[in-house]
Nanobody, 119 residues
Framework: QVQLVESGGGLVQAGGSLRLSCAAS?????MGWFRQAPGKEREFVTG????????DYADSVKGRFTISRDNSKKTVYLQMNSLKPEDTAVYYC???????????????WGQGTQVTVSS
């Protein structure tokens, strides 16, 4: 069973930046980030394949968010720039135990980290 631990959430003003990290307890393959705002369903934010050579972004974050990974540290990162109040949500890290290519279907989930963007 893979454990995922997110960190880096917090409170930031609109236009600011945050960097989220997600450390996995075991080697994982494709990884991604999702978010869930109050009263809304969880939505896909971004994904990355096993090697880091391919990425996928939701339209709402393209050009502002960047996903990356360091396989030597079993860690994936989410750099969030130009944050907007509508980015406020709990952000969840996700990992696949079997898929190396880009996917939006994952096997393992972190507990989530709160990101709050004030206007």
């Amino acid at each position: 069973q893979v454990q995922l631990v997110e960190s880096g959430g917090g409170l930031v003003q609109a236009g600011g930046s945050l960097r989220l990290s997600c450390a996995a307890s075991l080697r994982t393959y494709a990884m991604g980030w999702f978010r869930q705002a109050p009263g809304k369903e969880r939505e896909f934010v971004t994904g990355i394949n096993w090697s880091g050579s391919s990425t996928d972004y939701a339209d709402s974050v393209k050009g502002r968010f960047t996903i990356s990974r360091d396989n030597s540290k079993k860690t994936v990162y989410l750099q969030m720039n130009s944050l907007k109040p509508e980015d406020t949500a709990v952000y969840y890290c996700a990992a696949s135990g079997r898929t190396m290519i880009l996917t939006r279907a994952y096997d393992y989930w972190g507990q989530g980290t709160q990101v709050t963007v004030s206007s």
